[in-house]
């Protein structure tokens, strides 16, 4: 299963995580979490923790928006996945409407790389993401 944002995209394989692998929401949780003063992924949801094996990253989010509401408004949220495959672009729109409701935030824009066939990402063996976020006090 390969999800991205929320969405399942169809592919031969899928992301090894601890949770469910989205590692779009993962580095936008990052992205919300650092913005805020709060941290990172890992200190509020340590892959130590055997009760959140498997954990949904909407789960995650949810969490997470949780511990800025009152206090910020996300204003925008921009993000880059690196991949050789599967392509985003089919499934680009749906990736920013799910990710724009699941964060109420209407600026949401992600764009999609290649590492053009390097390294672990151009082996198809990995894919990254980056995440950045603007949130103003709420």
Not at 69 to 78: E, H, L, R, S, Y
């Amino acid at each position: 299963k390969f999800l991205l944002g929320g969405v399942e995209i169809p592919h031969s394989t899928g992301p090894l995580g601890h949770s469910d692998g989205d590692v779009l929401l993962h580095a936008i949780i990052d992205a919300l979490l650092g913005a805020a003063g709060l941290g990172d992924i890992g200190k509020l949801f340590p892959d130590t923790d055997p009760s959140l094996k498997g954990i949904s990253s909407e789960a995650m989010l949810g969490k997470v928006l949780g511990l800025l509401q009152g206090k910020w408004t996300i204003v925008n949220i921009d993000a880059t996945v690196i991949t050789e495959a599967p392509k985003i672009a089919p499934h680009r729109d749906a990736i920013q409407s799910k990710v724009s409701a699941l964060t109420a935030c209407r600026q949401v824009n992600v764009k999609a790389k290649t590492n053009e066939g390097l390294g672990y990402i151009g082996a198809r063996e990995a894919i990254e993401c980056h995440a950045v976020a603007e949130l103003r006090p709420a």
